[in-house]
């Protein structure tokens, strides 16, 4: 007891010196009409206490419990804002925001600022009683561009907030959620220096992490801002500063420090005016993973899908699922080396690309192969899916007219539902009835190609080989002698010198693939440089070519991307091996092209887990020329509008059930 008194005394002399180094606030969490809400440590605007007693009007009406009033922000440039106003305001807010709710207008001493931009001197709010009582609302500020107004340190975009009323801060937003299909590695929020930090928040009961997201009202889309408030999620590979990059790999995760600079590609989603919401867990080091045995540093993101317990493919599995799985996001970023954007896309039944090589910088983004590493996109809806990628794959050329010769592969190269029917073969009527639809919109009907044979006619005299023997080793000779050399052995000797010596460690997957490239002879990247531009050259000449004026591309090749079959995530799937083999996968790999996921149904299946009829996603793979990407863009858009494709939905079933 004595102790105690004494370590107190001692502190409380050296109170004013060291609170400022020992406290630092980190922020509030608390619940709003039974949301959780975050409030963010720094506030955004004051309202001058001094000149407004805040504190008595909030003690006339009771107190406060949080220790904060809600707040929302309403322009108006009307003289009177009255009933209908406020209706309007609550309609158009409710529809368009998931963070400001009724509640800012209900309970505890709710306010409303009416931020008036007119230039009368006299404007009046007249709210009826009964709108008030309906409301709650105690009273209504007004801006300070007219003498009896309530002055704002900085001026506040329309929205909700929260008002401390003993400093006058204002804070803003954050609407949290729990990410239950546990997709992300962490919440992120914007920090005091330009960068990111992880949100410390949590919803109150939650198992799983906790997403923040501001209020969309806070933004508006211009055209030097087209995604202004849309949210997006960065897989993490990619570099942001203030954030480390773990690559799926604890001990990665743990020897790096935070990141001092953000990587280009996402800065510039993020000049866009999109809303970084948090980094998605990928498989380690962007390897094929699948779950959930092969998931050993991270457990493997929930594909909400059909019974919720199927594979999400991989490696950008987090992003995937994310966009599949969550309604208050809009976007999520990922990379395709070999598959790891299209596998994800097909698996979580939501529009995803592999962009045409090289078409956004990868500086700052962990490397798995330069020569075959992308940046993609996963979206719902195919016109918000355009805007981003105009706007991401900048250099490109957008195009307004389409090809009208759409090839569709007949071999073995081409499907997997030819070579794996689903028991039913819905997925093989879906696929049919998709491209008759698609022929219909451009006017034309498909050619089926056989790519085998194809090759055998047409390749360059110097090869001998067939395709399925030229490219057997080419995807990962490059992808185990680049990464080794550029990530694996650098980590080793820097985890080695932090930690006396000891290796880290590393899932079967990537080793297993590291260990392969290490036995390979110094000659081998050359040659599968060789061989990749020799496929390269010969697609581009032989079976899409690019260079048309009007449409870039000459023609589309499809293929099926995922066709309802199942992976269950409780399957043991036996260890992993080296990525051997040809498939239609591996074309736009590569061949540099973009091939972009499109979901276009879904199959029925009998689930073991719920011994119910379930639905997984069916999907497609559109192949253009390299480099012709936003006319893809353009033909999805058009493709919605026409009815022809559908935005997706979150949770089990792609459709909705429709
Ligand atoms: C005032 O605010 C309203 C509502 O946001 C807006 O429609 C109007 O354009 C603004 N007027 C001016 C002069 O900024
Ligand atoms: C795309 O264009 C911008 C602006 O000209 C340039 O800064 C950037 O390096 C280019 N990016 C790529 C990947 O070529
Ligand atoms: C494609 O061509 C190869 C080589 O000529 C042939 O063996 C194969 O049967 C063909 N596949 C189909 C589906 O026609
Ligand atoms: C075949 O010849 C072309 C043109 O001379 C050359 O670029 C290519 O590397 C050669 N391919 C092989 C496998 O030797
Ligand atoms: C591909 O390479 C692996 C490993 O060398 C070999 O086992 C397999 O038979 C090869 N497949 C083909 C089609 O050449
Ligand atoms: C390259 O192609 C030749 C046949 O043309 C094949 O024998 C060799 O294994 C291939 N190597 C790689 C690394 O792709
Ligand atoms: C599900 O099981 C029922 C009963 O065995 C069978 O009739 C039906 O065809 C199965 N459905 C699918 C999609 O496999």
Not at 93 to 121: M, R, T
Not at 174 to 182: A, H, P, S
Not at 468 to 487: A, G, H, K
Request: glycine content about 10%; overall charge negative; charged content about 15%.
């Amino acid at each position: 007891m004595g102790r105690v008194r004494l370590l107190f005394v001692a502190a409380a002399v050296g109170c004013a010196v060291a609170a400022q180094t020992v406290f630092q606030h980190t922020g509030t969490t608390l619940l709003l009409g039974g949301l959780p809400y975050f409030v963010p440590p720094t506030p955004v605007s004051q309202i001058d206490v001094l000149a407004y007693d805040v504190l008595a009007l909030v003690d006339q009406n009771g107190g406060l419990s949080s220790g904060f009033v809600p707040i929302s922000v309403i322009p108006s440039g009307n003289t009177e804002f009255g009933d209908s106003a406020l209706a309007a305001t609550v309609q158009a807010w409710k529809e368009k925001d998931d963070v400001w709710s009724e509640a800012f207008l209900k309970g505890e001493c709710p306010w409303i600022y009416i931020a008036y931009n007119g230039s009368q001197d006299s404007p009046s709010v007249s709210l009826t009683d009964e709108s008030k009582e309906g409301y709650g609302i105690q009273l209504a500020l007004r801006a300070a561009s007219y003498s009896g107004g309530v002055d704002l340190s900085s001026p506040l975009p329309s929205g909700p907030y929260f008002l401390d009323p003993l400093s006058g801060n204002v804070f803003e937003a954050y609407r949290l959620y729990d990410d239950e299909n546990q997709a992300f590695l962490y919440s992120t929020i914007p920090d005091d220096s330009g960068g990111y930090e992880v949100l410390s928040a949590k919803v109150p009961g939650a198992a799983t992490e906790t997403i923040g997201v501001p209020s969309r009202l806070y933004f508006t889309p211009t055209p030097e801002h087209p995604l202004a408030g849309m949210r997006f999620a960065v897989k993490d590979i990619y570099d942001v500063q203030g954030l480390r990059t773990g690559c799926g790999n604890r001990a990665y995760w743990a020897l790096y420090p935070p990141r001092t600079q953000t990587a280009p590609a996402v800065q510039r989603l993020l000049d866009s005016g999109l809303v970084l919401v948090g980094k998605t867990k990928s498989s380690q080091f962007a390897n094929g993973e699948v779950a959930t045995d092969d998931w050993v540093d991270l457990h493997a993101p929930y594909n909400p899908r059909g019974d919720g317990y199927q594979d999400g493919s991989s490696s950008s599995t987090g992003s995937g699922t994310a966009v599949a799985a969550y309604p208050w996001l809009d976007f999520a970023i990922g990379s395709d080396t070999g598959g790891s954007m299209r596998g994800p896309a097909g698996a979580n039944g939501v529009f995803g690309n592999r962009p045409s090589h090289g078409a956004v910088s990868l500086d700052d983004v962990m490397p798995l192969s330069p020569a075959l590493d992308t940046a993609g996109i996963f979206a719902r809806d195919a016109r918000a899916w355009t805007v981003a990628g105009h706007w991401w794959y900048q250099n490109f050329t957008a195009y307004s007219q389409f090809p009208q010769n759409i090839l569709f592969p007949v071999d073995s190269f081409g499907s997997s539902y030819l070579t794996h029917p689903p028991a039913d073969g819905t997925a093989a009527a879906t696929f049919n009835n998709f491209i008759q639809k698609l022929e219909d919109f451009l006017r034309t009907t498909r050619t089926e190609m056989n790519l085998t044979s194809l090759w055998l006619e047409t390749k360059p005299s110097n090869v001998s080989s067939p395709l399925s023997e030229m490219l057997n080793t080419t995807y990962p000779v490059l992808i185990t002698t680049d990464q080794t050399s550029l990530l694996a052995e650098p980590f080793f000797a820097d985890y080695a010198a932090a930690h006396e010596g000891r290796k880290p460690f590393v899932d079967p997957a990537p080793l297993t693939r590291w260990t392969y490239g290490w036995s390979l002879p110094a000659s081998a990247h050359d040659e599968a440089i060789v061989n990749k531009t020799t496929f390269m050259d010969w697609f581009a000449r032989e079976v899409v070519r690019g260079g048309d004026p009007n449409t870039c591309s000459e023609g589309i090749f499809l293929y099926p991307q995922s066709s309802g079959r199942t992976t269950y995530r409780n399957a043991y799937s036996g260890p992993p091996g080296t990525p051997f083999g040809f498939s239609s996968g591996r074309i736009a790999v590569f061949a540099e092209t973009p091939d972009m996921v499109v979901p276009i149904g879904e199959a029925p299946y009998n689930s073991t887990i719920t011994g119910k009829t379930e639905y997984l996603p069916v999907t497609l793979s559109f192949v253009a020329a390299k480099g012709c990407d936003l006319m893809l863009f353009s033909l999805f858009a058009a493709l919605q509008d026409a009815g022809v494709i559908s935005p997706v939905s979150t949770g089990s079933r792609v459709f909705g059930g429709s």
